[in-house]
């Protein structure tokens, strides 16, 4: 099953409604893993070697150097970037909907949520 890093801006009611309707997730915060205030670049190497896809808020600078870590031959356990405006549910929903759909290869992924196409 998919494992989890949330950076530290991540909304914590999304973490707590993630857990609430699933407690056997996998999750874990960066402020878990001393990585509080650590650069996005060491946040995407320790999520990379952890194989935890990340979930965020961070779209500009996540998104910039998830991509140059590709570019460059590195890889990704995968990021999930979240709109800030997004309400909590919505958010919940299409994160379920991206694990239950059972992905075998996480590795390089970028997902948006809300989920482009999805019905509220």
Known sequence: MVQFLTDENL???????????RPQLNIVR???????SKDDQII????????????THDISTITKFSRQR??????TAGVILVHEHTPVGRVIEDVFHLIDRNFE?????TWYVPLPGRLK
Request: a positive charge; zero cysteines.
């Open 11 to 21: 909304d914590r009611r999304i973490l707590r409604g993630l857990l609430y309707q």
């Open 30 to 36: 960066v402020q878990d893993v001393n990585l509080r």
């Open 44 to 55: 995407l190497e320790w999520a990379f070697q952890a194989n935890r896809v990340l979930l």
């Open 70 to 75: 590709i570019a460059s031959g590195l890889s």
């Open 105 to 109: 290869k996480w590795e390089n992924t």
